[in-house]
């Protein structure tokens, strides 16, 4: 029964998450804190409000509804999204479009027996292993 509980906490994917959601988690604190320390105060400058809306509520029919705590967590949560798109997936999109860039797929064609996807230069496909004529790649010159 251990053994079996050993083994599924040593793959691989199980381990790769935990530290995904540790570090996740430990980034979620960085940006929440710097939304709150600078982001938020800044846009009140801009509007003219302190950056805290917690104190705005609204008085209908003798019941309170208090909006502030929700534009609060409104704006917080376009404040994060904006800082972890153009901080995080846009430094890395272009990263990964500059240092690992996609290498071009060979061109296929269908086998005619099976009607597998097999090479354009293949002689025998992979599938059936029937023989193949191999098509004459122009080289465009």
Known sequence: MLKGFR?????????????????????????SGFVSAFLTPLLGVVIGAAGDFSSYKATIAHVTFPYGQFLNVLIAFFMTAAVLYFCVVLPVTKATARYLPKKPKAAKRPCPECLTEIPEAARRCSACTAHVEPLTVSTGA
């Open 7 to 31: 083994d599924f906490m040593m793959r691989g994917n199980v381990v790769d998450m935990a530290v995904g959601v540790v570090i996740g988690a430990a980034f979620t604190a960085v940006v």
